[in-house]
């Protein structure tokens, strides 16, 4: 399905002087200054922030209602001002990687913001845009990652993948996703996005990934490298093989 997704945020009038200040100082911060602001807080404490911020942006880009900046610092930032850039970084980054999203300014004047898709389209399927686009940035992470393995994951490693973006995958209800095993091994097979078979012969048991029949017609290899490409910030030519194959099944479908 492709994605046009919009989310924004700006300041009330009472509050626009001392967040003017405050943005401009926290974004033009040395390296040595950004490191001295960190060192108040725990790097595990500005991710937590992070992650509240990534809830809280999707959240409110569900209802398409312009993200106003005094709203993150009230709900969101609160006395991590300080922080600021370095949770907005942290932010980014997970919605880029997990959600194929990107928080971009739409209003310099009134502080205002919005989330872009950076999404490959996935055109005419099952999950509506409103309410499922960030289960669509899982899954096309989750794509990724069986093409650059060689079109087969195992389990594990998606699992793995998953925590390292701060993916619960513990069976722990998720804020977004709910039971994101659930999710990934019965919604995503069922609707035939993957397929979640066993390896032979192995004790215990292992299982691994593949892409299912819905993915080959919604999207295409070469849309998915492009998306990797584009979040590691390299030339699709940088991984060969999986260029190669993409290039010959854009081929093959252009002389079908």
């Not at 926290?26 to 509240?52: A, W």
């Not at 709203?71 to 997990?98: G, M, P, R, S, W």
């Not at 793995?160 to 804020?175: A, F, I, N």
């Not at 979640?196 to 849309?223: L, N, V």
Request: aromatic content about 8%.
């Amino acid at each position: 399905m492709s994605q046009n997704r919009r989310s924004s945020k700006g300041p009330g009038p009472s509050q626009t002087q001392s967040m003017d200040v405050d943005e401009e100082n926290t974004l033009t911060q040395t390296p040595r200054q950004m490191r001295r602001s960190l060192g108040q807080r725990s790097q595990s404490q500005v991710q937590h922030k992070g992650n509240e911020l990534v809830q809280f942006l999707l959240i409110k880009d569900q209802k398409k209602i312009p993200i106003k900046r005094s709203d993150i610092l009230k709900y969101v930032i609160k006395d991590y001002k300080d922080n600021f850039f370095e949770i907005l970084q942290h932010a980014n980054e997970t919605l880029q990687q997990v959600f194929g999203l990107e928080l971009v300014k739409l209003d310099p004047k009134n502080h205002t913001y919005i989330l872009i898709s950076k999404l490959p389209p996935l055109e005419g399927g099952i999950m509506t845009e409103n309410e499922n686009s960030p289960k669509l940035g899982l899954l096309i992470v989750i794509l990724s990652l069986i093409y650059m393995k060689g079109n087969v994951a195992k389990e594990s490693a998606v699992w793995e993948m998953l925590r390292r973006l701060r993916v619960d995958c513990s069976g722990e209800k998720h804020s977004i996703f709910g039971d994101v095993k659930k999710l990934v091994t019965e919604e995503f097979v069922r609707q035939k996005y993957l397929e979640y078979t066993r390896i032979p012969h192995t004790d215990p048991r292992e299982f691994e990934f593949k892409w299912g029949p819905r993915a080959t017609k919604e999207t295409s290899k070469k849309q998915i490298l492009q998306f990797v490409a584009k979040i590691q910030n390299k030339n699709p030519t940088f991984w060969m093989s999986q260029y190669n194959e993409a290039e010959a099944e854009a081929d093959a479908a252009v002389n079908k």
